[in-house]
């Protein structure tokens, strides 16, 4: 694989999408490509993505379930493929909020740029204290998302997950679940986290999960989450 020294390598300019690949088929490939081509577009980054060469990459690898990663910027389109860690797992997720404040008013943080080291810092600051996770507030102490993906909330069964401009990335999961499920998208203040009774989290790898605590406040309950597992496992999720 060459790749070439370019504004992506130097600044962080550029996108990349990271696809669950089930028996050789990249699931909402359709929707990845969008925001990708979205992200192109805000970066000014001329190029053309070659669904086949995907399609055929996909049908080369050894594994036909993983994780396909693209990555482009101005000189390169990268594709690669690593172990889905989330198939056949179905762990509690206990989430740290991070002393981190995410910028609202920030053009990068609603993209999935190269610029993405942040995440994994605070992923990793909560890892070494005991938790999976981490939680990002944005300036004015309003929920966003987590380390890695976007977060849900249900009152006596009614769904809520922050809205966008609070900070936070458009995740093809969460769009799949606005379409599919009735969820309200409002400002989630950090002082209304602990009168909510299930929590959790998705992304377009694990689907969903239950998030056990925020903190120190626990959440015993999982029937919605249970339920919308289900209904992914239909279109192509493991079966856990």
Do not use: C
Not at 147 to 157: M, T
Not at 183 to 209: A, Q, T
């Amino acid at each position: 694989m060459k790749i070439e020294f370019d504004d992506g390598f130097s600044f962080g300019k550029g996108a990349f999408e990271t696809i669950k690949v089930v028996d050789r088929k990249p699931l909402f490939l359709d929707a990845h490509l969008k925001r990708l081509n979205k992200s192109l577009d805000f970066f000014e980054i001329r190029k053309e993505i070659d669904q086949e060469e995907i399609y055929s990459y996909i049908k080369n690898e050894n594994e036909a379930n993983f994780a396909l990663k693209i990555i482009v910027s101005d000189k390169n389109f990268i594709l690669s493929s690593r172990e889905d860690n989330y198939k056949n797992e179905d762990k509690l997720f206990k989430l740290k909020i991070s002393p981190v404040r995410r910028n609202s008013t920030s053009k990068m943080v609603y993209h999935k740029s190269l610029s993405y080291y942040e995440n994994i810092l605070e992923h990793r600051w909560a890892v070494a204290k005991g938790f999976d996770s981490a939680l990002f507030l944005n300036e004015r102490g309003d929920v966003t998302e987590t380390s890695f993906a976007n977060i849900f909330f249900v009152k006596d069964e009614e769904i809520f997950t922050p809205i966008l401009s609070s900070g936070l990335l458009k995740g093809t999961m969460r769009d799949y679940l606005i379409k599919n499920y009735k969820i309200n998208e409002k400002i989630i203040s950090n002082d209304e986290i602990k009168g909510f009774d299930e929590v959790f989290i998705s992304n377009s790898l694990m689907g969903v999960r239950s998030v056990l605590a925020i903190d120190d406040k626990i959440f015993n309950q999982n029937k919605i989450k249970v339920k919308i597992q289900k209904d992914l496992e239909k279109i192509g999720f493991w079966d856990i």
